[in-house]
C-alpha cells in the first residue's frame, strides 16, 4: 500500500522589537513553498525594519524552499533591511550549506540570536 499524504507547512508569523519573525514548521517542498512566500511577502509588504525566517521546525527542506529563502534576500536586499535566517537543524542547515547560499545570508541558531544581530546593524534599533 503507498501512502500518499499531503504535505504539511504551518506558518505563524510575529512581531518582536526588530523585526517581523515569520516561523515555519513541517515539510517546506515543492507542495507548501507558496504558503511561507505568501506571509513573508506579506510580512514584508507591512514595511517591517527587519525579517527573521525562523525554519528550525522545517523537517524537510527541498529546492523549493531554497528557492523561497533566494527570493528573501534579494526582496530585503532590495528593501534595504535586515534579513536573517534561524537554522540549527540538520534538514536546513546542511542545504543551506551544500548550495553555499548559507554565505549570502545571516544564519543564526536562534531567533534571540537574530534579534542581536539585527540590532548591531546599521539602523538596526529604528
Known sequence: MTDYRTPT???RV???PEAVVV???GDLDLGT???LRARARAALAGRPDGLIVDLDGITFFGSAGLQVVAEL???TTVADLPFAVVAGRRPVLRT???TRLDATLALHP????ACAWIRQQPDGAR
Not at 110 to 113: F, L, R, S
Request: charged share 15%; proline share 5%; glycine share 4%.
Open 23 to 25: 516561523a515555519a514548521a
Open 96 to 98: 543551506l550549506q551544500i
Open 14 to 16: 510575529r512581531e518582536v
Open 110 to 113: 536562534t531567533v534571540d540570536g
Open 73 to 75: 534576500v534579494t526582496a
Open 33 to 35: 513553498a507558496p504558503i
Open 9 to 11: 507547512l504551518t506558518v
